[in-house]
């Protein structure tokens, strides 16, 4: 049960109005005036609730789920215990996530400027903008349209942000323009000087750090994840990215469009990845690299050199993964005493 003091709460909805958000085909449970009022899991979901099955390893579970209906792909539709609605759709979870935001909608920004927060005169602030308690918008920045700054957040001068975009709490903006509907969680730092620095016999000599970070349009940035300010160029993240929290991201790097990048990732300055690349936890890439479309590398990899696109790859270095697996099965059957398949040692 979703806790109501946390979470906004609307409904209920009639089972006709689940399958017209959601577009499934309704096999069972043909009831459309009936009436649910939440999302739940199937362990856990009660008759008035829409729970989804995605993971074939739930199935034991959805055939004893109380839940009083489900969303499910066409493979699990027969096997729905008596009295669910099954609701037929080839992206159970999506649709899910779709009905969550329908019962449970974002929460909205208080309009205005709370009499604590610091707004210099030549910031032009958009309409129904709303500007948090002790929050600072410097010299000269936009606020495009129903922006909202939450408390004591710091958005430095000229910074532009879009309309619709969300700066968390205790979020620090400077040298940056980020665009439409975009959210930074809380403790992010966007912006501040890239990691960059020459050394000679006396030591290090930072490197002036002239660039900018680009934020384009709906992209979420996690708590506390760091993004550098390019050096001359650019730092630039692509439309529809997911950034997940206490990341890394090195000046001059450049994300496509649609990238994920999970927690603890360092992505060294002026790499650059392509379209829909999805980064594994604690996962490290050096610089200088380029990383091609579609590429999943595995949680924990190292990446020290340029990897195609389309393909999957884990290890340190990265590797293709079916050679990784390869390698770590060799290394298991060597701990064990064994001699890998096909060698001279074999038997």
């Not at 650019?234 to 000046?251: A, E, K, P, Y």
Request: with cysteine.
């Amino acid at each position: 049960m979703v806790d109501s003091r946390f979470h906004n709460v609307a409904g209920p909805f009639t089972l006709g109005q689940v399958v017209e958000m959601t577009g499934a085909e309704l096999r069972h449970g043909g009831d459309l005036a009936r009436p649910f009022r939440d999302v739940g899991t199937l362990e856990g979901g009660g008759p008035e609730d829409v729970a989804f099955l995605e993971n074939r390893r739930y199935a034991a579970s959805f055939r004893t789920s109380t839940a009083g209906a489900c969303l499910v792909t066409p493979e699990f539709a027969d096997q729905a215990p008596e009295g669910m609605a099954v609701l037929v759709t080839a992206l159970p979870r999506r649709n899910y996530a779709r009905l969550a935001r329908l019962f449970h909608p974002q929460e909205t920004a208080p309009a205005g400027v709370h009499p604590s927060a610091v707004v210099h005169p030549s910031a032009t602030l958009g309409q129904g903008v709303a500007v948090g308690p002790g929050a600072v918008i410097g010299a000269a920045v936009v606020l495009g349209d129903g922006a909202w700054i939450e408390a004591n957040a710091v958005i430095g001068d000229a910074v532009d942000i879009g309309g619709g975009t969300r700066i968390g709490t205790g979020v620090s903006v400077s040298h940056a323009v980020i665009g439409a509907r975009c959210f930074i969680y809380p403790g992010a730092r966007i912006g501040q000087p890239g990691f960059g620095f020459e050394m000679d016999a006396s030591g290090p000599f930072l490197v002036p750090q002239l660039g900018r970070v680009i934020i384009e349009d709906d992209v979420e940035v996690g708590a506390n994840t760091t993004i550098d300010r390019g050096s001359n160029a650019d730092t630039v993240i692509g439309r529809g990215s997911m950034i997940d929290n206490l990341v890394q991201i090195g000046h001059n790097v450049v994300l496509g469009r649609g990238c994920i990048v999970v927690a603890q990732v360092g992505i060294s300055g002026s790499t650059r990845l392509g379209d829909r690349v999805v980064v594994g936890g604690q996962v490290g890439i050096a610089g200088h690299l380029e990383i091609g479309g579609d590429v999943q590398i595995a949680a924990m990899s190292g990446v020290n050199r340029s990897l195609p696109g389309g393909a999957v790859y884990g290890g340190a270095p990265a590797i293709p993964v079916r050679e990784w697996r390869r390698q770590i099965a060799a290394l298991k059957r060597l701990g064990q005493g064994k001699s890998a398949p096909g060698s001279k040692n074999e038997g």
